[in-house]
């Protein structure tokens, strides 16, 4: 058995991810195909005005040279001969307006189904993750990849088709007017403009690290405030609100400074650029103005000259702007798809099923050890071997974290055993299909039964996608449950809040109950059912629970002893093994553990008969 631990041991233990996740053009590539068609559409409208763009400064300029022969020599009609020009522009401006409206519509509407893809895939696929998964992530983190991350990836990927496309169609454009106009004014320009975009660039990777850790600032701040605000009746009832106000006020003061740092980047990096701008805007009067002087250039080209660069510049501006969306885009869309194409190791569905006439419920565990994925280096069960014969109630006692929910939770398949087998029927778990296992034989209940925020109806129906109204009130009958249902005004249709927090304990159990009774499971897991009831609650459950015992395979666990006295097999468990196993007169008699274990609790607790 060591050695099997030994080498099994590196397999199950979680994968330490470290790394940033990668982009996956695969995947990006496999929701974007189906709107390759308007994509193409949102392209060519977003090159044609952004060519039109590109034609607008050299009318202008034309327009200008009009304006400068009238104010030399005010001779003929100004308006008759500016009247083209001007209908051409404003033909050109309508024109750029609408393309500039196609393309939008087009684009957002494919960022918005790709996002909806996005989100329903992954999703789809978080639910299917292990429970070992779960073990190790925040609720929030995970939320937030469905919200933030998705949203992030989706304007990026707008503003880089619209932005990107846009502006360097006009960068290109504008260079082959430039270059048409002035070729010694146009090498100038060449020779200042990369100089100043590699600081440019420099001061944006910079920007970009800082925006990174603002990001990651903010999700820590999120998760402090799902954790609270999911968590309020725990926080009110410790009086908490103060220390999570406090923490989240420290998470939000961190994500402050750092946003404020990125601003004040942000500030200095405009600030520098616009003086840089401006000079350049002096500078080409300047050189320009000397070359008009010299009869070199055209006024009027001299203005076409400095609309033109002055769009390139611009453009160029907003590329290293979105250079840094396009990375911040890139890392939220590696967040969105690395959870995308994680596989779980327990699928949810594949293999064989037993047909339900010939299902016992004949649980085995041989030898089995255990250590939780996120816990390698602490085995909870060592050797455990226990069988649960059909048709029995078999109890389970131990001291709190001994491993007796680790037990339930082999047996559900949340996890598989480190070394060891667990059978049903003398199959191996694994070879089973979990989803017929979860849906079709076993019923769980919980100490903390989780309802859902719906109607009673509904969460009842959790247990049976399919079942009939009839079939629901049998459970609620069968779970002691029908009669408190039918007292609330609305019924079954009464909305239970959310986790069922309108309900009382013994109620919320009840309906656990009649969850997992719906189902008709072979094998019956109680989980410290009743334990957190008080006594009269716990006498309406334990009814239930006696009656819904009949005939199943059950696994009562429990640390209150008098619930497990009619089992008709006790066993004891301690560090992880089974110590002993007899029924309650035996274990008495042996003078064990057990004994023991009643001898302490009977000091605690008056028995339960003097309550009653
Ligand atoms: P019991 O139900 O007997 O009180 P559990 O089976 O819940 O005990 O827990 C057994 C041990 O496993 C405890 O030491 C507990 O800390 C640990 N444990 C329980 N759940 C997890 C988990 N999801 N990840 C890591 N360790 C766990
Ligand atoms: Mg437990």
Same mark, same amino acid.
């Given at each position: 058995?060591?050695?099997?631990?030994?080498?099994?041991?590196?397999?199950?233990?979680?994968?330490?991810?470290?790394?940033?996740?990668?982009?996956?053009?695969?995947?990006?590539?496999? =929701?974007?195909?189906?709107?390759?068609?308007?994509?193409?559409?949102?392209?060519?409208?977003?090159?044609?005005?952004?060519?039109?763009?590109?034609?607008?400064?050299?009318?202008?300029?034309?327009?200008?040279?009009?304006?400068?022969?009238?104010?030399?020599?005010?001779?003929?009609?100004?308006?008759?001969?500016?009247?083209?020009?001007?209908?051409?522009?404003?033909?050109?401006?309508?024109?750029?307006?609408?393309?500039?409206?196609?393309?939008? &519509?087009?684009?957002?509407?494919?960022?918005?189904?790709?996002?909806?893809?996005?989100?329903?895939?992954?999703?789809?696929?978080?639910?299917?993750?292990?429970?070992?998964?779960?073990?190790?992530?925040?609720?929030?983190?995970?939320?937030?990849?469905?919200?933030?991350?998705?949203?992030?990836?989706?304007?990026?990927?707008?503003?880089?088709?619209?932005?990107?496309?846009?502006?360097?169609? #006009?960068?290109?454009?504008?260079?082959?007017?430039?270059?048409?106009?002035?070729?010694?004014?146009?090498?100038?320009?060449?020779?200042?403009?990369?100089?100043?975009?590699?600081?440019?660039?420099?001061?944006? %990777?910079?920007?970009?690290?800082?925006?990174?850790?603002?990001?990651? #600032?903010?999700?820590?701040?999120?998760?402090?405030?799902?954790?609270?605000?999911?968590?309020?009746?725990?926080?009110?009832?410790?009086?908490?609100?103060?220390?999570?106000?406090?923490?989240?006020?420290?998470?939000?003061?961190?994500?402050?400074?750092?946003?404020?740092?990125?601003?004040?980047?942000?500030?200095?990096?405009?600030?520098?650029?616009?003086?840089?701008?401006?000079?350049?805007?002096?500078?080409?009067?300047?050189?320009?103005?000397?070359?008009?002087?010299?009869?070199?250039?055209?006024?009027?080209?001299?203005?076409?000259?400095?609309?033109?660069?002055?769009?390139?510049?611009?453009?160029?501006?907003?590329?290293?702007?979105?250079?840094?969306?396009?990375?911040?885009?890139?890392?939220?869309?590696?967040?969105?798809?690395?959870?995308?194409?994680?596989?779980?190791?327990?699928?949810?569905?594949?293999?064989?099923?037993?047909?339900?006439?010939?299902?016992?419920?004949?649980?085995?565990?041989?030898?089995?050890?255990?250590?939780?994925?996120?816990?390698?280096?602490?085995?909870?069960?060592?050797?455990? %071997?226990?069988?649960?014969?059909?048709?029995?109630?078999?109890?389970?006692?131990?001291?709190?974290?001994?491993?007796?929910?680790?037990?339930?939770?082999?047996?559900?398949?949340?996890?598989?055993?480190?070394?060891?087998?667990?059978?049903?029927?003398?199959?191996?778990?694994?070879?089973?299909?979990?989803?017929?296992?979860?849906?079709?034989?076993?019923?769980?209940?919980? #100490?903390?039964?989780?309802? =859902?925020?719906?109607?009673?109806?509904?969460?009842?129906?959790?247990?049976? &996608?399919?079942?009939?109204?009839?079939?629901?009130?049998?459970?609620?009958?069968?779970?002691?449950?029908?009669?408190?249902?039918? %007292?609330?005004?609305?019924?079954?249709?009464?909305?239970?809040?959310?986790?069922?927090?309108?309900?009382?304990?013994?109620?919320?159990?009840?309906?656990?109950?009649?969850?997992?009774?719906?189902?008709?499971?072979?094998?019956?897991?109680?989980?410290?059912?009743?334990?957190?009831?008080?006594?009269?609650?716990?006498?309406?459950?334990?009814?239930?629970?006696?009656?819904?015992?009949?005939?199943?395979?059950?696994?009562?666990?429990?640390?209150?002893?008098?619930?497990?006295?009619?089992?008709?097999?006790?066993?004891?468990?301690?560090?992880?093994? &089974?110590?002993?196993?007899?029924?309650?007169?035996?274990?008495?008699?042996?003078?064990?553990?057990?004994?023991?274990?009643?001898?302490? #609790?009977?000091?605690?607790?008056?028995?339960?008969?003097?309550?009653?």
């Amino acid at each position: 058995v060591a050695l099997c631990e030994a080498e099994e041991a590196p397999l199950a233990r979680s994968r330490p991810r470290v790394l940033e996740p990668r982009f996956n053009w695969t995947l990006f590539w496999q =929701f974007l195909r189906p709107h390759l068609l308007v994509l193409g559409a949102a392209i060519v409208l977003a090159l044609g005005a952004a060519l039109v763009n590109v034609q607008i400064p050299l009318l202008l300029g034309q327009l200008v040279e009009i304006v400068a022969k009238y104010t030399r020599d005010h001779a003929g009609s100004f308006l008759t001969e500016s009247r083209s020009l001007s209908t051409h522009l404003l033909l050109l401006y309508g024109l750029q307006g609408l393309l500039t409206f196609g393309y939008l &519509v087009l684009l957002s509407r494919i960022g918005e189904r790709m996002a909806v893809d996005l989100r329903r895939a992954l999703f789809c696929n978080l639910l299917r993750q292990d429970i070992e998964f779960f073990d190790a992530k925040k609720t929030g983190q995970l939320v937030s990849r469905l919200t933030t991350d998705v949203q992030e990836f989706k304007s990026s990927f707008k503003l880089v088709i619209s932005q990107g496309l846009r502006s360097c169609t #006009q960068v290109a454009g504008c260079l082959v007017s430039l270059s048409m106009l002035s070729t010694r004014l146009t090498l100038l320009l060449m020779v200042a403009t990369p100089a100043l975009m590699g600081v440019g660039t420099l001061m944006g %990777s910079a920007l970009r690290k800082l925006s990174r850790q603002c990001q990651e #600032q903010v999700a820590r701040a999120t998760g402090v405030a799902d954790e609270a605000l999911g968590n309020v009746r725990t926080v009110r009832a410790f009086a908490m609100e103060q220390r999570e106000e406090e923490r989240y006020g420290a998470e939000l003061e961190g994500s402050r400074c750092k946003a404020e740092e990125l601003g004040r980047g942000i500030a200095l990096f405009q600030g520098l650029s616009n003086i840089a701008f401006n000079c350049m805007v002096l500078g080409t009067l300047f050189v320009g103005g000397s070359l008009v002087a010299g009869q070199q250039l055209t006024g009027g080209d001299l203005m076409s000259f400095l609309v033109a660069s002055q769009t390139v510049q611009r453009s160029m501006a907003n590329l290293s702007i979105l250079f840094g969306q396009v990375v911040r885009g890139l890392s939220a869309g590696a967040r969105v798809f690395e959870y995308m194409t994680l596989s779980p190791g327990i699928p949810l569905s594949g293999g064989c099923s037993l047909p339900r006439e010939h299902l016992r419920g004949s649980i085995t565990f041989h030898n089995v050890s255990f250590s939780y994925p996120c816990r390698p280096g602490f085995p909870v069960l060592r050797d455990f %071997s226990l069988t649960l014969p059909p048709g029995k109630i078999v109890a389970l006692v131990g001291q709190s974290g001994g491993g007796k929910t680790t037990v339930a939770s082999l047996l559900e398949r949340f996890y598989d055993p480190t070394a060891g087998v667990v059978t049903l029927d003398g199959q191996d778990l694994r070879t089973l299909d979990p989803s017929w296992l979860r849906s079709q034989v076993i019923g769980f209940i919980s #100490q903390e039964p989780v309802l =859902f925020g719906t109607t009673i109806m509904e969460n009842i129906r959790f247990g049976k &996608v399919d079942a009939s109204d009839e079939e629901v009130y049998a459970a609620a009958r069968e779970a002691n449950a029908h009669e408190f249902i039918t %007292s609330f005004p609305e019924g079954y249709n009464t909305i239970v809040g959310e986790r069922g927090a309108t309900l009382s304990g013994g109620q919320k159990q009840r309906l656990a109950i009649a969850r997992a009774l719906i189902k008709q499971p072979a094998v019956l897991i109680l989980d410290e059912a009743t334990s957190a009831l008080d006594s009269e609650s716990e006498r309406v459950v334990q009814e239930a629970l006696d009656r819904a015992s009949a005939g199943r395979t059950v696994l009562v666990i429990a640390h209150r002893l008098s619930t497990v006295r009619a089992a008709h097999r006790i066993v004891v468990m301690a560090h992880g093994r &089974v110590c002993e196993v007899g029924t309650h007169e035996e274990l008495l008699k042996k003078g064990g553990l057990y004994s023991e274990l009643i001898r302490r #609790q009977a000091l605690d607790t008056p028995p339960p008969e003097a309550a009653q």
